[in-house]
DNA sequence: CTGTATCCCATGCGATACTG
DNA sequence: CAGTATCGCATGGGATACAG
C-alpha cells in the first residue's frame, strides 16, 4: 500500500536512487549483516568488518543513521560506550543484504574460474 | 554441496570479498535488473539505466563478464551490434538484486521521511 | 553503433594526529 | 573509546574526441 509504481531506481532523478546508491554498496552490506545478528558496540564493529577505517565506518554509520536503517544509542561513561543497532526498516533490508553477501560466498568458486578464464584468452 | 563454509565476506583477504565489491554496487545492480527482463544490445541498456555513461557502462560490462555474470554476443554487422545477457550463473544473482532495486522503491518514503528528521534536527 | 583513449574533476578511503 | 580533522593517494566516473 505504500508501494508507489511510478519510482524507478533507473530513472536518473527518482530520489529512489540515492537510496540505491547507499545500500548497493560493499562497506554497507557489511555494517548490515554484523548489524543483523544484534545491536554492536563502534569498537566490535570495526573489529568485525575487518579492514574498515574509523573514518569509513563512522561516515557509513551517519548515513545509515540519517536514512532511518540504523539507531545509535550512546551511553554517558568513561570511556565512553556507543552502541548501533538495525531500525525496524533497517531490519526489512537485512534479508536482501545478507542475500548479496551469501551470493558472494556462494558463488566465488565460479566466479574465480571465470575470471581466470576469462583472462587466460588474452 | 559447492558451499564453501570458510568463505566470508567479513575476512578481509577472501576472496568473495572481491565478488562483493563488484555486486554491491549500485552501476551492477541497475545493469543487472536490466539484463534480468533479457538479452539487450548495449545502446538500450545505456538508454534504459539512464545517466550511465558510455565509458562506465562498458567497464562494468567487461567486469561482469570476467566474472562470468555477463555474455557478450557480437554481431558482425555494420555498423555493429553487440548483445549482453545474463548467464546462468548471472541470473542466480538477478533475484538478490533486484530485490535491493524493489527495497530501495518500495522504502524511499520512508527514508526520505527520516532524512529529513534528522537534517532538522542539527 | 560500439567501442577505446584521454583528460580531469569528484569521491572513496586509509593513515595519522588530536579531543572529550 | 568514539569520535573529529586533515592530508593525500587511489579509484570512480563524466566529457570529449576518435577509430573500426
Chains 1, 2 share one sequence.
Not at 505504500?2 to 562497506?27: F, G, H, M
Not at 564493529?45 to 563512522?58: N, P, Q, W, Y
Request: proline share 4%.
Amino acid at each position: 500500500m505504500s508501494y508507489e509504481p511510478d519510482w524507478n531506481v533507473l530513472t536518473q532523478t527518482c530520489p529512489s536512487r540515492t537510496s540505491l546508491a547507499r545500500i548497493a554498496n560493499k562497506w554497507t552490506a557489511m555494517i548490515v549483516i554484523v548489524l543483523g545478528k544484534g545491536r554492536t558496540r563502534f569498537r566490535d564493529l570495526r573489529h568485525a568488518v575487518e579492514g574498515i577505517s574509523g573514518k569509513v565506518l563512522t561516515e557509513t554509520l551517519r548515513d545509515l543513521e540519517r536514512d532511518g536503517l540504523v539507531a545509535r544509542h550512546v551511553f554517558a561513561e568513561v570511556p565512553p560506550r556507543v552502541e548501533y543497532e538495525l531500525t525496524d526498516l533497517g531490519r526489512t533490508l537485512y534479508g536482501p543484504l545478507s542475500a548479496i553477501g551469501q551470493w558472494a560466498e556462494a558463488h566465488i568458486a565460479e566466479v574465480l574460474d571465470a575470471r581466470e578464464s576469462y583472462d587466460r584468452q588474452r
